[in-house]
């Protein structure tokens, strides 16, 4: 199989393509355009006059007259070489036109008959040819390899969210269901008979603030209510009564829980607002708190206040 080297050649519609030895390629050249002449003298002349100048025809060439032979030497030559009619006539080659392929120049569509060429513009067949970047991005490969990316940081910040909002929820359920525990001794109370101490303390506390006598005594014992001086349900109301008018906003909260052999011990810590000065006269309202400590007995199956004591 003859193989046309590598080129340019005319693909058959007016234009040079380069013929890579195997194929036709996409590259294509026009012949350049042939210069002008330069102009003359006279035609500068006349444009600065503004004149238009007149072409000159060119003077007919005169053959130059030939040269007086001798007549001896003309015999001479005439028998040293042949005359014209015996001289064989060679016809000079016609100069092939600008872009005019060689003769053995393969035509334009030429290679498709060729199995290892491809027709021209046939798609390609291999991923790492340049036309499939141009094909898949319409961009084409640059663009593709250039392109922005989409941003993932976004995914980062919104996991960052959902774990912070978490921790808030948490916080704002959690938090308080601690205090209540606290406050309510559900946190320091383990056993039925440490939360039937806590509740009595905690009635004890509510007897005080609503002058409830009958309370009084079911969560004391007759020990400690003849200790406190109160012998009679009159008297306890009355101080009940003094205890409303100099505290405010009294509020209970239980801080531990201790079981002994035959006792439990409860601590609280007792906050409010004090409406009296020392001398029990009005003054303005003063935030305090104390912790105080209850001692329980059972009684039956309940557990009733036997001792109570504060910290100075």
Known sequence: MTTTPPGWYDDGHGALRW????????????????????????????????????????????????????????????????????????????????????????????????????????????????????ASYPGGAFTAATEPRTSKLWIIWVVLGVVLLGIVIAVAVVVPLLILNVSSGGSAAQTDDEKAAVAAVQTYDHAWQTGDCDELLAVTTEEFRAASQYVDCETFQSDAANFDDTFDDYTLAVTAVESAEDEIDVTTNETYTLLVDENGDPADPASGATVYHYTLVPDGAAWVIDDLYYDE
């Open 19 to 134: 013929w890579d030895g195997v194929q036709w390629t996409e590259h294509v050249a026009q012949p350049d355009p042939e210069p002008s002449a330069a102009p003359t003298e006279a035609e500068i002349v006349a444009a600065q006059l503004g004149f238009e100048a007149q072409p000159v025809a060119p003077a007919e060439p005169v053959a130059p007259a030939a040269p007086a032979i001798d007549p001896g030497v003309a015999a001479y030559l005439a028998q040293q070489s042949p005359t014209a009619a015996q001289q064989p006539v060679v016809e000079p080659a016609a100069a092939a036109p600008y872009g005019a392929p060689r003769p053995d120049a393969p035509q334009y569509g030429a290679a498709a008959q060729y199995s290892a060429a491809p027709q021209y513009g046939a798609a390609p067949q291999y991923s790492n040819d340049p036309a499939y970047a141009q």
